[in-house]
């Protein structure tokens, strides 16, 4: 900053050093700041990263109450066919009742087919259900094993510590035996 | 630093002329030869030097594996356990070294920090020494946490996911922060990577924040088992009284180590991390190692929203990293002037507490976050921060110490004037 001790010249002077003074610290200022950006955002995800965007599903040989694990953007993806009474139980439930309130239809777009990111919202475990054989928790969707949260019939939370229900990817049917998720 | 530097006895005239431009012998002679030590200090005294050794181990077995380790999630998981493990020469040896070597690591700086806290090294004046410490401690774990991911075994995997989604729990940032953590969507290869360059780097971050924190420790030099300020009359030359010490010590300490590295090479790796990493298979039962394992009770211990405004979820990572940011604070949430607990005699009690407390929160850490094993993280957790934030402060004001003695050859008992730590 300017020091008075040094400034033997008039005021005009002494203003004018103090205005070249402010712009070389300005400048500079924010020239670094630009140049930090680059840096920061090289981490972020890259094109190649982002170029794998979507996956096409077959749904043709899945039975009714069966359910398929997909990959997509490298994270699973639950594809579930739904049976009459799974659907029953998922449409049934007061919305009072869930600590993330969603109707079912907000979660479906064919009632049938329930398609959702296969992470735990806690800690982005992969809960079990989706193989035969595998603990559903209470609510007969599914279960993470990791600090057991339990999820229903439309892949809502439950119990346990996760805060929001599974998320729902992006996806729409090609046709009626074909599904593009991304 | 003592401010009157000693001249090194040269023989040699290259070396006084060196050193007449580039006084690193004069320092080192200072600091390692001449420093002048307590005359009393005890066996616990030896882990500083005996961390630093392992520091250096680390380094010298890291930079060789590097040489044969492939930083790829097709290829990590072979390079270490079929190239490393079978094809290199020596190859198993270096891995188990450096992978064990972890553990010790971790084992000497948590007794090297008890130390502390037995004999209140942390107090006025040694408040930065103090803080360096913490400071060294958290950039082990996050150096430790990601060289564990390395070898991208299954739990490898797991534990990057389950740690990197911590920071999902931030408000509003959290989501892209972790986006950003991984350079994707999911824990993949640009995540395996850049944790790859970072647990390069880190360890000489270590190793410069050693360096300040040895610059501290020379400032006032070091506390000893009675926590009173000695004279130079009770002071020894480092060498060679302690370089003997410490390296008798490390002879020791080798015996462990090497039992380790010889006889359960993998007693510390969990077995999920012989199979290679499986984004669709979750191990039924996520554990971290076991330096982290109180931690990770206290992060699991929070299982119900706080005050309405804080959820679980946040409410558990907030809690992991207060237990070790309160550390910063100790040598001003600990008021009492009495550096040691020799002469402080309810404080001796609680500080046993805590080591029983660090121990239960462990096993707790260990076990599913249910039934007795998640009370018994919930209450070790409280009875944590307790300990921290409410007993140090008060027990300061209520407690008598014992009469502390003036100086070495002063026993105490003829000593009654009671000095304080400053
Ligand atoms: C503070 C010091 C360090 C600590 C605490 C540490 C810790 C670890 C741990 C826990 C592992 C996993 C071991 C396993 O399960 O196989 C590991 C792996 C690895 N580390 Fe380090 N490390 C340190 C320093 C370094 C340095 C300085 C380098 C390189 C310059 C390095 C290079 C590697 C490599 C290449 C691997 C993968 C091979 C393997 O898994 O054994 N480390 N480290
Ligand atoms: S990650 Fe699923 S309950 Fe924690």
């Known amino acids: 900053?300017?020091?008075?001790?040094?400034?033997?010249?008039?005021?005009?002077?002494?203003?004018?050093?103090?205005?070249?003074?402010?712009?070389?610290?300005?400048?500079?200022?924010?020239?670094?700041?630009?140049?930090?950006?680059?840096?920061?955002?090289?981490?972020?995800?890259?094109?190649?990263?982002?170029?794998?965007?979507?996956?096409?599903?077959?749904?043709?040989?899945?039975?009714?109450?069966?359910?398929?694990?997909?990959?997509?953007?490298?994270?699973?993806?639950?594809?579930?066919?739904?049976?009459?009474?799974?659907?029953?139980?998922?449409?049934?439930?007061?919305?009072?009742?869930?600590?993330?309130?969603?109707?079912?239809?907000?979660?479906?777009?064919?009632?049938?087919?329930?398609?959702?990111?296969?992470?735990?919202?806690?800690?982005g475990c992969v809960p079990l259900g989706n193989r035969a054989g595998e603990p559903r928790g209470q609510w007969a969707g599914w279960f993470c094993p990791c600090h057991g949260s339990h999820y229903?019939?439309?892949?809502?939370?439950?119990?346990?510590?996760?805060?929001?229900?599974?998320?729902?990817?992006?996806?729409?049917?090609?046709?009626?035996?074909?599904?593009?998720?991304? | 630093m003592s401010t009157e530097m000693q001249k090194p006895p040269f023989k040699s005239g290259v070396l006084r002329w060196i050193d007449e431009r580039l006084p690193v012998l004069t320092w080192a002679y200072n600091e390692l030869v001449v420093y002048p030590a307590p005359r009393n200090l005890n066996y616990w005294w030896n882990f500083g030097s005996l961390a630093g050794i392992m520091l250096v181990v680390q380094i010298m077995t890291g930079v060789i594996l590097v040489m044969f380790y492939t930083p790829h999630a097709d290829l990590a998981f072979d390079s270490v356990e079929g190239y490393i493990m079978r094809d290199v020469n020596w190859g198993?040896?270096?891995?188990?070294?450096?992978?064990?070597?972890?553990?010790?690591?971790?084992?000497?700086?948590?007794?090297?920090?008890f130390r502390g806290l037995y004999y209140g090294s942390y107090k006025k004046p040694r408040e930065l020494l103090w803080i360096l410490g913490v400071v060294i401690l958290l950039l082990m774990m996050a150096t430790?946490?990601?060289?564990?991911?390395?070898?991208?075994?299954?739990?490898?995997?797991?534990?990057?996911?389950?740690?990197?989604?911590?920071?999902?729990?931030?408000p509003l940032v959290g989501e892209p922060l972790v986006t950003w953590l991984w350079g994707g969507f999911t824990v993949d290869n640009p995540t395996l990577q850049r944790f790859f360059s970072l647990h390069y780097l880190l360890p000489f971050v270590i190793f410069a924040m050693v360096f300040l924190h040895l610059l501290a420790l020379h400032q006032f030099g070091s506390n000893n088992p009675l926590g009173i300020d000695l004279s130079k009359k009770d002071k020894i030359p480092f060498h060679p009284y302690y370089t003997v010490k410490d390296v008798f010590g490390f002879c020791v300490f080798l015996l462990v180590y090497g039992y380790f590295v010889f006889y359960a090479p993998t007693a510390f790796i969990s077995p999920t991390n012989f199979i290679p990493a499986d984004p669709l298979q979750t191990p039924t039962h996520i554990v971290p190692e076991w330096y982290f394992l109180p931690f990770y009770a206290i992060l699991r211990a929070i299982t119900f929203d706080f005050l309405w405004i804080v959820p679980a979820k946040l409410g558990g990572v907030i809690a992991m990293f207060a237990s070790i940011f309160v550390l910063f604070f100790l040598p001003w949430l600990d008021t009492s002037k009495v550096r040691s607990a020799r002469f402080r005699p309810i404080y001796k009690w609680f500080f046993w507490l805590l080591v029983i407390d660090v121990l239960v929160l462990g096993w707790a850490g260990a076990n599913p976050p249910e039934g007795w094993y998640l009370v018994a993280a919930q209450l070790g957790t409280l009875y944590y921060f307790l300990h921290f934030l409410v007993i140090l402060p008060m027990l300061g004001k209520i407690e008598r110490p014992l009469p502390l003695p003036t100086s070495l050859s002063d026993p105490v008992l003829r000593g009654t004037r009671s000095q304080p730590a400053s």
């Open chain 2, 92 to 113: 198993w040896l270096l891995r188990y070294i450096h992978a064990n070597g972890a553990s010790m690591f971790f084992a000497l700086v948590y007794i090297h920090i």
């Open chain 1, 152 to 182: 229903d019939t439309a892949g809502r939370i439950r119990k346990g510590p996760a805060p929001r229900n599974l998320d729902l990817p992006p996806y729409r049917f090609v046709s009626d035996t074909q599904v593009l998720i991304g």
């Open chain 1, 1 to 123: 900053m300017a020091d008075s001790s040094v400034r033997h010249d008039e005021p005009a002077g002494g203003r004018r050093r103090d205005f070249l003074e402010l712009v070389a610290w300005s400048t500079f200022g924010v020239g670094t700041l630009a140049a930090i950006w680059p840096l920061i955002d090289s981490l972020n995800p890259s094109a190649a990263v982002l170029a794998v965007a979507s996956t096409e599903v077959d749904l043709e040989p899945i039975e009714v109450g069966q359910r398929i694990t997909v990959m997509w953007r490298g994270k699973p993806v639950f594809v579930s066919r739904r049976t009459e009474e799974e659907i029953q139980m998922a449409q049934s439930v007061p919305l009072e009742e869930l600590r993330d309130p969603e109707p079912d239809e907000a979660r479906v777009q064919n009632p049938e087919w329930l398609i959702v990111i296969g992470i735990c919202t806690h800690l």
């Open chain 2, 144 to 170: 430790a946490f990601m060289g564990y991911v390395l070898p991208w075994g299954n739990m490898s995997y797991w534990a990057a996911t389950v740690i990197t989604n911590l920071f999902s729990a931030i």
